[in-house]
Nanobody, 120 residues
Framework: VQLQASGGGLVQAGGSLRLSCAAS????????AGWFRQTPGNEREFVAG????????HYADSLRGRFTISRDDAENTVYLDMHSLKPEDTAVYYC??????????????WGQGTQVTVSS
């Protein structure tokens, strides 16, 4: 499966963004999916995960309540809705997938990343 992340941009603190991760080559309905983010000089950190069944999600503790991961099987796309954005959410965001994945943190396929910048 190939993943294409998009939707990043510049937003003011308190604003919202929706990131998209469009898949091609295979149906995402048999893949677990996740979003990660990375800032310069730091390791990539987990943001949110979606089970391949589409009915179970998991979030980083600090982000729960502000971020929501979802999937549209008709569009073969995974989304990350981000609300009440803070300057510390500024990062490159990556989507990832794993065929019938059973963990939240391990993925085999990665998108190219999309930059999110939150201004204060």
């Amino acid at each position: 499966v190939q993943l294409q992340a998009s939707g990043g941009g510049l937003v003011q603190a308190g604003g919202s963004l929706r990131l998209s991760c469009a898949a091609s080559g295979r149906s995402l309905s048999t893949y677990s999916a996740g979003w990660f983010r990375q800032t310069p000089g730091n390791e990539r950190e987990f943001v949110a995960g979606l089970a391949w069944t589409g009915d179970n999600t998991h979030y980083a503790d600090s982000l729960r309540g502000r971020f929501t991961i979802s999937r549209d099987d008709a569009e073969n796309t995974v989304y990350l809705d981000m609300h009440s954005l803070k300057p510390e959410d500024t990062a490159v965001y990556y989507c990832a997938a794993r065929w019938y994945g059973s963990t939240w943190y391990d993925y085999d396929y990665w998108g190219q990343g999309t930059q999110v910048t939150v201004s204060s």
